[in-house]
């Protein structure tokens, strides 16, 4: 239809476009891309929406200009959501259990997935491609029924396998040769019991570690998060009252080797960080937000996952269908005899001229420093970028944010070491950016946030759709200095840069989200296997399926 059109009116057609349509339309055949890379005054128009640093294009020949237009429209990932690449990786027959599955920061390898009734399998993810690094074992061959709850990999490239196991002989028949796990879990007759392996991926001759919670038999762990090799927690639920959880500090004190299994059992101390309600006052002061699918209302519920921050200086909570963690606790700065103060992720920060919002706001993705001379002194100037959400009680609506902090010290006290942690540990943050398109959670899993490691992707995963936003950090942690956001940009009503996302369909519902160290790849465990994206601009919107080896 709109090739019927006469030259003419098909660059008018072009001109009144979105950017992100133009683009598309002259990728769409070669009459299209003819008309559209050699109109220059539409191409003027379209540069000047799109961002980017101003250039003297007055002596520039308007194919370079189209060039320079595509190129900037790339790193907006403009179309991505059509030209992007999938691949879901899948094992024939089997099925993840995607909430019992984890993702590793960082390092080699970065994945482990749980089959429900298989073991527990180690992948490395790169490049594409995913490829099997071992195979996790329950640590003693046993008649019964082994049930993995909880994985978990921590800073040493070890990992952690939280699990249930059910003895399915006769109760009365123990070899008093067998593990002691074993003859603890035969002696309970039918009662399940729950341990904890921990395996060094890089050192597997090193052994298997392992321990039992006699003091948590009638508990079910919700949670596990870890440390290192010789820290972790875990959150409980008692099984007959779910109002009764604790949340527990374990490290480990000694080790035994058991000369027959060569399995290392040992011991720990144990700590309760919260237990029951988990709610203390808050000296920042208690949320004002009530929106539980929003994850920011005053009722929590039982925490459900955890995380250890700032070197593991604290331990984050998250709380079932929250998108942020919901409070946390500075767990090395109490005794072990009381239990260190909770504070609520909770911050005013203003929003408009006649409205302050109580932001909840995720560790820093981007930072930098900067040092100067001032009245004769050497100063160290730090700036972060965070991602936030805040509802607007009255009139119940929720925002999604760019935020931005920032920090003095003298240069003499200054480490000179980005750490993106401790950037969260700043309570005066203003908005440089406003996340459109961001939806409140759909489901009990919340929203799940991931960012690239240089910061210029933003994702965030809503039941079976992922949103992405481009983002140029260097920009929004200067407010915009150097005009890379165009007016086009400028929110009209407040002093932020408005940016929109792309939508991925994913056809599954997503659990975990991660970038991988390239900007512009994203990995998901679904319910239907493992998924990655690749948003560059050599895709052409190819959906594959490949057999996971095991």
Known sequence: ???????????????????????????????????????REVILLHLRRTPGLDLDVKSSPTRDLFRLLVKRS?????????????????????????????????????????????????FHAHNGNIS????????????????????????????????????????????????????????????????????GIEAPDDGVR????????DYVPLGLGAADRDTFAISWQHARDSGQTEVVLYTILQESTDEESGII????????????????????GALTVSSARSGLSDSKGPVIDLAFNDRNSQLLYYYRGWTLYGSFQKI????????????????????SDSLSLRFSIAIPFFGTHQTYSANNLSMCHWKYLSFGIARQREENWTVACILKSEARCRTRHCGHELNLDRGRRLSDWTIVGLLRGYQDPTSSLGCIVAASARGTRLAIANWNMIYVWAL???????????????????????????????????????????????????????????????????????????????
């Not at 907006?76 to 879901?88: D, N, P």
């Not at 392992?210 to 038999?217: D, L």
Request: glycine share 6%; aromatic share 10%; proline share 6%.
């Open 132 to 199: 099997p690094v071992c195979c996790l074992k329950p640590p003693w061959r046993q008649p019964g029924r082994v049930e993995v709850l909880k994985t978990a990999f921590d800073r040493g490239n070890g990992i952690y396998v939280l699990q249930r196991f059910t003895p399915s002989i006769d109760e009365g028949n123990v070899d008093e040769e067998q593990h002691p796990f074993v003859k603890h879990a035969l002696q309970s007759g039918s009662n399940p019991i729950v341990y904890l392996a921990h395996h």
């Open 332 to 351: 090395n700065t109490s005794s072990d005899l009381t239990q260190p103060t909770l504070h609520r992720n909770s911050c005013t920060v203003h929003f």
């Open 265 to 284: 059992s040992f011991s720990y101390k144990s700590r309760v960080l919260l237990e029951e309600s988990g709610e203390q006052p808050d000296v920042d």
């Open 472 to 550: 140029e950090p260097n920009a929004l942690i200067e407010e915009n200095k150097s005009g890379f956001y165009p007016p086009y940009f400028q929110s009209a009503n407040m002093d932020m840069i408005e940016l929109q996302s792309i939508i991925l369909h994913l056809d599954a519902v997503c659990f975990k989200l991660i970038f991988t160290d390239k900007e512009d790849e994203l990995l998901a465990i679904t319910d239907r296997g493992v998924m990655y994206w690749d948003l560059g601009p050599s895709g052409k919107g190819e959906q594959m399926t490949y057999k996971l080896d095991l």
């Open 210 to 217: 392992v321990c039992a919670f006699p003091e948590h038999t």
């Open 74 to 122: 790339i790193r907006q990932l403009y179309g991505a959501q059509y030209y992007a690449t999938r691949k879901v990786f899948a094992a024939e027959g089997l099925a993840i259990d995607a909430r019992a599955s984890a993702f590793a920061t960082s390092g080699n390898p970065n994945l482990a997935l749980v089959y429900k009734g298989e073991s527990v399998r180690i």
């Open 1 to 39: 239809m709109l090739l019927g059109l006469p030259p003419e009116l098909i660059q008018l057609v072009l001109q009144h476009s979105t950017t992100p349509t133009y683009i598309q339309l002259a990728f769409s055949c070669r009459t299209l891309f003819e008309i559209a890379s050699t109109c």
